[in-house]
């Protein structure tokens, strides 16, 4: 964890909306801290320290993420940078910090699941009465915290609640940068029969591998979750080339009508390779055996928030599941229409 073992840190730097809380912890912690209100201020600062811990708000820098990155790495190499982001911002943060380690945009990160407030004063109640040397162990308490709040404790899925944000904050974003968001929901068809047959701990070991098989059909970016029972969403969207910010092509996706064609492939061969799964400990009669019925909506044609999607998409789901089972349906779309078959 790049947090441990800061003996030596006694300034931090902060791109962050100014917090008393966060201010007097760091007074605690005998740690001078400077909140800078712009990129410029910071690189100033950084350029006179030393081995400092610097925080950067991921939305403050949106526009020129890599070169601010790069420019405070240069300004400041011994500095520990901690990017805190937002859950639609979260795949952006993996790629800068998961980059070659000599190379790496950044140290670490953190989401924040609600309001980037309440985050703060969690972070300061982990941290209480806790000096720099000791820093690691609240800190594992609380990414311990954060995976509680937004996965799923059996698949290691996100959650209902970590899904319904992120499509809430991507959605904010594709209306500004004009880029499509589709969500898919979907069941296992007759899950309860391998609970009857087997036993439910081969009904979670199911549940388990639908959730390893689908994440491997997916884009890297795209948030696969687990939201109750046998039921589980995906998010597709578009990944601009530089984060989050308004690519070149935006004009060219705003001009784009209907169902992305990605999530509509993804969703078939993900069922594709679920029929040939075969769970061990099912045996030779497990093979073939699991199929699924979801539907699928888009942003801009089938709504413009969160609520109204997740709505749309799981209408089209119980009409899959009515018109016969084993079959992703569109919304706005008959069961019977050519671009939206069963999968065989």
């Known amino acids: 964890m790049p947090l441990s073992g800061l003996n030596s840190v006694r300034r931090i730097l902060a791109l962050l909306p100014e917090s008393n809380v966060l201010a007097n912890w760091a007074s605690q912690a005998?740690?001078?801290?400077?909140?800078?209100?712009?990129?410029?201020?910071?690189?100033?600062?950084?350029?006179?320290?030393?081995?400092d811990l610097i925080f950067l708000h991921l939305r403050r820098i949106r526009e020129r993420i890599d070169h601010t990155l790069q420019s405070l790495r240069q300004a400041n190499p011994a500095g520990r940078i901690i990017l805190l982001c937002s859950m639609a911002e979260e795949p952006l943060a993996i790629r800068l910090t998961q980059s070659a380690?000599?190379?790496k945009s950044a140290d670490d990160y953190f989401i924040y699941p609600g309001g980037f407030t309440e985050w703060i004063h969690g972070w300061v109640a982990q941290q209480k009465n806790t000096l720099f040397p000791t820093l690691a162990e609240p800190t594992e308490a609380l990414r311990h915290l954060e995976k509680?709040?937004?996965?799923?404790?059996?698949?290691?899925?996100?959650?209902?609640?970590?899904?319904?944000?992120?499509?809430?904050?991507?959605?904010?974003?594709?209306?500004?940068?004009?880029f499509h968001v589709t969500i898919l929901l979907f069941d296992i068809d007759n899950f309860k029969q391998y609970n009857d047959l087997y036993g439910h701990t081969i009904?979670?070991?199911?549940?388990?591998?639908?959730?390893?098989?689908?994440?491997?059909?997916?884009?890297?970016?795209?948030?696969?979750a687990r939201i109750g029972g046998?039921?589980?969403?995906?998010?597709?969207?578009?990944?601009?080339?530089?984060?989050?910010?308004?690519?070149?092509?935006a004009e060219?996706?705003?001009?784009?009508?209907?169902?992305?064609?990605?999530?509509?492939?993804?969703?078939?061969?993900?069922c594709r390779q679920l029929r040939q799964a075969k769970p061990p400990s099912l045996g030779d009669s497990g093979k073939g055996s699991l199929t699924i019925?979801?539907?699928?909506?888009?942003?801009?044609?089938?709504?413009?928030?969160?609520?109204?999607?997740?709505?749309?998409?799981?209408?089209?789901?119980?009409?899959?599941?009515?018109?016969?089972?084993?079959?992703?349906l569109i919304v706005g779309k008959s069961a019977d229409a050519p671009n939206s078959p069963p999968i065989s």
Request: hydrophobic content about 40%; some cysteine.
């Open 148 to 178: 509680l709040a937004t996965e799923d404790d059996l698949t290691g899925l996100k959650n209902r609640r970590y899904i319904r944000q992120f499509l809430r904050q991507i959605l904010d974003y594709a209306h500004k940068d004009q």
């Open 203 to 224: 009904g979670d070991e199911v549940l388990r591998q639908v959730g390893e098989v689908m994440k491997r059909c997916c884009r890297a970016h795209d948030v696969v």
């Open 293 to 328: 019925s979801g539907g699928l909506a888009s942003f801009p044609d089938d709504g413009d928030n969160e609520t109204r999607l997740w709505e749309q998409a799981d209408h089209a789901m119980l009409r899959a599941k009515q018109s016969g089972k084993n079959k992703i």
């Open 230 to 249: 046998d039921e589980y969403a995906v998010v597709f969207w578009d990944l601009p080339s530089a984060g989050l910010e308004a690519s070149a092509s």
């Open 252 to 270: 060219r996706r705003k001009a784009v009508s209907g169902h992305p064609r990605e999530p509509l492939f993804m969703a078939q061969r993900f």
């Open 101 to 103: 380690a000599a190379g």
């Open 30 to 51: 005998g740690a001078q801290i400077q909140f800078c209100q712009t990129t410029a201020d910071l690189l100033s600062l950084a350029a006179a320290g030393g081995d």
